[in-house]
């Protein structure tokens, strides 16, 4: 089974989560996709619900799919939040926002009863990193935040897209950065928030309550 086939699979097991009268949150990207997918047969096929959008790209998939939107504000607290993720390890921690959507994505996250992560196999690591730590940063403070990051040897990368500065949901910037050999990552994350100018992190340490993960042509559960 290839990546892909993975990521159907493990978006199909995740849907058997949502409940009539659910809300729901729906995250961002390629596995995400899958699931607003699934879960717009499952409302053609009689299900009701309703979905919390974590990005603009997010909100326009689910209404092709037929799943009605409402804003957090609406919503309030949400009964379950299912979303991809870059990087995962065995303590839940993840790495997300390679989609730039991580900052929507914490909120809906941290608004939400219930968590569910879904991803193919290539995504389970034994120690997050590989996949360089995005950093939401606003625009008038980037470049001197990108020079204090440096100071930290975290090798940053504004993050670019046709050759321009990519710009998040919220017009804010990325820098991309190396934390493949850091230990402590919950220190770590204090650090990076606390600098004046970064809006949020793609850390996601303690928000995870279960990971639907396809492995060939089976799901495998991981549960706190």
């Given at each position: ?97 390679g989609g730039g959507a991580l900052l929507r994505e914490k909120i809906l996250a941290h608004n939400a009863r219930f968590n569910i992560i879904i991803a193919d ?104």
């Open positions: 089974m290839n990546a892909e086939n993975e990521k159907w699979i493990a978006a199909i097991a995740s849907a058997d989560y949502v409940k009539n009268g659910m809300l729901v949150g729906l995250g961002s990207g390629s596995t995400a996709a899958f699931m607003i997918a699934e879960l717009g047969k499952r409302i053609a096929g009689g299900l009701i619900m309703k979905g919390v959008p974590s990005s603009d790209a997010t909100a326009r998939l689910a209404k092709q799919a037929g799943i009605s939107l409402v804003s957090l504000d609406e919503a309030g607290t949400i009964d379950i939040n299912i979303d991809g993720a870059d990087e995962f390890d065995s303590k839940f921690q993840l790495i997300k926002g196999s290539g995504k389970r690591v034994e120690r997050l990193g590989k996949f360089k730590l995005p950093i939401e940063t606003i625009p008038f403070a980037t470049q001197i935040i990108i020079s204090e990051l440096q100071n930290m040897n975290l090798q940053p990368q504004l993050r670019m897209k046709n050759n321009e500065v990519y710009k998040t949901d919220e017009n804010n910037c990325i820098i991309d950065v190396d934390i493949f050999q850091k230990n402590h990552l919950n220190e770590l994350n204090n650090l990076l928030i606390q600098i004046p100018g970064v809006v949020e992190t793609g850390l996601f340490l303690s928000t995870t309550d279960i990971v639907l993960m396809g492995e060939g042509n089976k799901v495998v559960t991981f549960k706190k």
